[in-house]
């Protein structure tokens, strides 16, 4: 995924990439490092931080590199047109770092577990991504533009590129309207009706401490076990020769018959990673001569589930709080609050639907844990940072072009930023992508997860953000003119 993203940026900017490159490397090292430092557990949430992370550096760059190629097409000298780009970007990239941050912020004070997890590399990778793409890609840019050596921010094949495309994206408002109405309403619909694969962080279940003869691999007992119980997550427990199986088959029923019945599947389904001749009785009480088999099981309660929804529920709800006021102070108007506020919420109803309607046939599991958790919030950060970044560059046309009509600029200004948005949505998409098909079964649910609000929040927030945004404008524009 790295090596892809790296590629990528050299090929886009040339040799100013080059330094990003250098940048996004350093940024990796300093959060690991951080982390390491912290005594941190990595967790799925933890990477959920670091890719969204790597997104907002990456992002970072774009709008720097981006915003000194306008200036080079104004005619400007290489000197002062890199000067007037990082300058005219670092509004830009505070207002959705901050955004971020404080998201991340209340997440972490409010949430508890993987929550919390998200929110610490999250944090981390805030603070280093700014450093990095501020700092260390401007001293390096001027080092080499010093030393007379030519910088590019472009390569032949994307110079210009979409510099004189101008979509009237606003006049296409009514129709993204019609298709988000009906896959929030399609959402909603299965929300109510199907409801959601819940593993067993949120139904509970039971869970068995599995010891075998040998290392095994979790990934195989887990697909193997999947055939029995529908639903099982297999990880290492201590030893590589020890697994902890967790399962909410038949959790609703209580009974000596269902322990029994889970016991004997389990007991079958593991036959061939047992020693020969090993018995029933001796696999359940683990009390062969080697200790193989269950050593331990337990049956886990949905009440911490429950705290963790609870929690997760208001810390979400805290953190889009935060974002209304903060987004109203920086932008002085309601409608950029509201705009940014409804997209988030366009984009977690629709991965929601699509979890809910799809869970049943597809080949990977689709089940709603704590990971899920973090990918939920990973697009609640993507959708908020991808918004603000719009409406920057909103107020800026606005303040610059002064005789135009508002509609004019904002599709100018939504056209001006058409090129970052692709390239940073591309390549956390590339990011994303390399993981689901490389990263192994266990995480391709949450991968899923995460491509699908990539995508859906790069939509929202030039289809859904900002012709919100623009209607309640105007509404309000008309009612104070009809008024005078």
């Known amino acids: 995924a790295l090596t892809i993203v790296l590629l990528w940026m050299i090929f886009y900017y040339g040799s100013s990439g080059f330094f990003a490159d250098i940048a996004l490397l350093l940024n990796i090292l300093l959060i690991f490092g951080i982390l390491a430092g912290l005594g941190a557990v990595l967790t799925l949430p933890g990477i959920a931080g670091i890719v969204l992370t790597i997104g907002i550096s990456v992002d970072a760059n774009v709008l720097i590199f981006e915003r000194v190629r306008e200036e080079l097409n104004k005619g400007k000298g290489i000197r002062k047109a890199i000067a007037d780009g990082f300058n005219n970007a670092l509004s830009s990239i505070l207002d959705a770092n901050i955004t971020t941050g404080l998201t991340a912020l209340i997440l972490f004070i409010f949430g508890t577990g993987p929550i919390k997890g998200f929110a610490t590399t999250l944090l981390i990778g805030i603070g280093t991504s700014l450093f990095t793409a501020i700092f260390i890609t401007r001293i390096l840019v001027d080092s080499r533009n010093e030393k007379g050596k030519g910088v590019s921010f472009s390569t032949k094949p994307t110079k210009g590129f979409l510099s004189d495309i101008s979509i009237r994206f606003l006049q296409k408002r009514k129709v993204a309207y019609i298709i988000s109405s009906i896959l929030i309403l399609i959402s909603l619909t299965s929300l109510g009706f199907r409801g959601l694969n819940q593993g067993v962080d949120f139904v509970g279940g039971r869970s068995y401490t599995v010891r075998f ?108 709080i935060v974002v209304f006021l903060y987004i109203l102070l920086r932008f002085q108007k309601w409608q950029f609050s509201l705009g940014a506020v409804a997209a988030v919420f366009h984009d977690v109803l629709i991965v929601l639907g699509i979890f809910s309607i799809t869970y049943t046939f597809m080949p990977f599991s689709m089940e709603i844990n704590q990971a899920f958790i973090a990918a939920i919030l990973t697009v609640i950060g993507y959708s908020l940072n991808d918004t603000v970044v719009v409406f920057d560059r909103i107020r800026e046309f606005v303040n610059e072009h002064t005789k135009l009509e508002f509609n004019s600029t904002v599709n100018s200004a939504l056209n001006s930023t058409l090129s970052r948005t692709l390239n940073t949505s591309l390549t956390t998409l590339l990011v994303l992508l390399s993981i689901f098909i490389f990263g192994g079964e266990s995480i391709r649910g949450f991968m899923f997860a995460l491509i699908v609000g990539v995508i859906v929040g790069t939509y929202s927030s030039v289809f859904i953000a900002t012709p919100v945004m623009y209607d309640t404008q105007r509404k309000e524009s008309s009612v104070i003119i009809s008024k005078e």
């Open 213 to 320: 003869e040998k290392a095994v691999n979790p990934t195989e007992i887990s697909s193997l076990l999947t055939n029995e119980f529908g639903s099982v997550e297999v990880k290492t427990f201590g030893e590589e020769n020890q697994l902890k199986i967790t399962t909410k088959y038949k959790v609703d029923i209580e009974g000596i018959e269902v322990d029994e019945e889970i016991q004997n599947k389990l007991f079958t389904s593991l036959l061939p990673y047992l020693p020969n001749g090993i018995s029933y009785d001796d696999f359940v009480k683990g009390s062969s001569e080697k200790s193989i088999g269950i050593m331990s099981s337990i049956k886990v309660g949905p009440t911490i589930a429950d705290d963790i929804k609870k929690n997760s529920f208001l810390a979400v709800i805290g953190s889009l």
